[in-house]
């Protein structure tokens, strides 16, 4: 027996969009999806099966658990909306890693969080199986059938309390949003001098690949780890005519130094 | 017929083993491998059809280019070297992204670059036909031969000037090296809280693919992206106990909101 027998997902984007593809991938029924977007709500609807809904008042009160993924500043607005409008006693979860459980604590007994540790994007598909996925609910009960759902969904499942998932939120920002940030940087440098970013695509994923099966620390190699101060020399004359990478240049050396 | 009758390799590092194998794989013939470290030279030689060498005063003359793939402030010695045990007219290219082809200069007419921008691993293999390689040389028609050895091995040639592949370098680092350190950060940060380092490989890998077609600035998401200066503040407040990566968190957060 599934550890839920209907769902429904609130909110249409990123998130609530590859989570019910995910969910309709091993059979898990979806009963509806929400979002104020009628477009948006009708074509993931469409795509996995469930019904639509636009209007937070019309929901379904028959699903055993409603996943919210919506942004972090609306969880608590929509937690509140959705306390109003749902009988007591529904257990509730919401998908992200920024905002803590608490939030959904003032509107429902049973809350918690299934919060996937991907970035998602409407272009790609996602492997969902190899998606970390982050569970937590101060009510065991509930948490054990949140787990169940994640295994279901995931091979790499995680029990994360609160505390712990702030922590890789941190963490997360270091090596999505900052790595993302250095690999802009590369491109404005070869744009700069009329190359193409094609020239450094292959390099990025390579340097991501290394890593899945070995420390980054291990795998350090440049200008930096070798202490080869002409190189860096040459490299902070060139970087004068972007003085703000230069202080990122200069930081992220010293810190590769002091860490070798 | 192709571009030439057989190559010499200097170096069996990881540049020369994966050229080397590269270059097998495509049936361009290569005479010797040198290394000073009569292992290395035996096992890549072995492996790629070719006799080793760890005395470059013995190294055969029969070659028609030789391509250096050792460390950077090793090419003008090993330049120096070879050339005062080779006849003159020799065809010289090394592999490196960081130092002028002039190094050549003054041992040989015919120099060149042939840089594959990639980063090379023992362990790994790699798929040599996506390597961008950079090419360049002075004297036009050895440059046309280097190309049409390139093409052989990679669907992405570049004719790229010294001073190109300088900047080229420069850019190398921030999307590889100081990439690869706030991958070690993310780690440190995880395996402070006891949580594995796995939880973050997924998200890793994907920030790479997405920049695979599409620019990383439009990718971009985020507190910092957002603005969400609460977020922000969290997170600098648990950075406290890493005040190294407090400073690098700060200047990434300026940097993403300034670029928005």
Redesign the interface.
Known sequence: MPPFTSITIIGAGNVGSHLGRALAAVGQPVLEVFSRDKGKAQSLAAEIGAQPQSELAQLSAAADLYLLAVS?DAIGLVAADLCAHLPSGKAVAHTSG?TPSEVLAAHFQRYGVFYP???F?R??E?DFS???L?IYSPNSSFEAALLALAHRLSR?V?R?DDA?R??????????????????????Q??E??K?P????????????????D????A???????RG?AE?IR??LD??QKFP??A???E??TE??M??A
């Open positions: 972090d920024g540790l991907q970035t994007s272009e790609r996602t190899a998606v970390p982050c790499s995680y994360i712990q702030a922590v890789l939120h941190v963490a997360a920002v270091f090596v999505n949003n900052f790595a993302n940030q250095l690999f802009h940087f590369g491109q440098i070869v700069q001098e190359l970013f094609d020239l450094l695509r292959p390099l990025i994923l390579e340097t991501a690949r290394k890593v899945q070995a420390d980054p620390q795998m350090q190699t440049g200008p930096a780890r080869d190189t040459r490299h060139y970087l703000e990478l202080q990122v240049y930081i992220m810190r590769i002091g860490s």
